[in-house]
């Protein structure tokens, strides 16, 4: 049976070193959408000489699926896709049949093929969330564990460069970059300019789940994400 602890560690003794990358620590306001991504695996700095294009993809490719699981259970976030998809098959003259369960799924997915179809890069197809169209605020708070018990997020005053690595797979590839298959994936963000604040907490990984040892470019991150529309715009009430 766990004991009550009579003397909790104050927070100042847990050497947390909470940095603020963009940002001014500005609230989220109560009524914003949060949610939190996992990604467990490895993380590598990218350079000139190598950007890492297909280990990007890669890590689009581990949070599309958790990303995809939010766009089909936040209520609004479905009734959105679905009421776009209901525009997209009237207005080119297909018919909605079934059941009104059957209606409503065919409008869903007529809906992500339509969000698909403005973000295509080479042969795959793209979903953001955070759009400029949405116009919402982002704000992004990483536990980055890695096997340094150091602190070498900032290095001579750059991010350090897994951190870019991760931004640059949060968001829709540039036209430039490689992109490996022909699926629609679901990312965080159409553009990483949109995030308004990022923080990071670093500490050691012992060891990645179901994994018997570490190696030197292991990496596990809870991405914790909070949304809110910047602007009384035509679609903010997508993130209410």
């Known amino acids: 049976m766990l004991k009550e602890h009579t003397n909790p560690v104050a927070p100042q003794e847990l050497h947390e070193e909470r940095i603020v990358i963009v940002g001014n620590r500005e609230p989220i306001g109560k009524d914003s959408v949060r949610f939190r991504l996992i990604y467990s695996g490895q993380l590598l700095g990218a350079s000139r000489v190598d950007t890492r294009g297909s280990h990007k993809h890669e890590i689009r490719k581990s949070l599309s699926t958790q990303l995809q699981r939010l766009w089909e259970t936040k209520q609004h976030l479905r009734r959105y896709a679905t009421q776009r998809g209901f525009y997209s098959l009237n207005s080119t003259g297909r018919t909605i049949g079934g059941s009104p369960e059957k209606a409503q799924e065919q409008g869903y997915q007529a809906g992500l093929d339509s ?114 529309p910047a602007s009384r715009g035509i679609n903010s009430w997508v993130f209410e």
Do not use: M
């Not at 990984?205 to 809870?222: K, S, W, Y």
């Open 115 to 228: 969000l698909s179809e403005i973000w295509v890069r080479k042969q795959a197809r793209f979903i953001p969330l955070v759009t400029s169209e949405i116009c919402v605020r982002c704000k992004v708070d990483i536990l980055f564990l890695r096997p340094e018990e150091k602190n070498y997020i900032l290095q001579g005053g750059d991010l350090d460069n897994r951190l870019k690595t991760l931004f640059d797979a949060f968001r829709v590839p540039k036209d430039t970059e490689q992109v490996l298959d022909q699926n629609t994936l679901f990312v965080l963000l159409e553009d990483d300019s949109l995030i308004s604040e990022v923080s990071i907490v670093t500490d050691n990984l012992l060891l990645l789940p179901g994994r018997q040892e570490i190696h030197p470019t292991d990496a596990f991150l809870v991405i914790d994400v909070q949304l809110e």
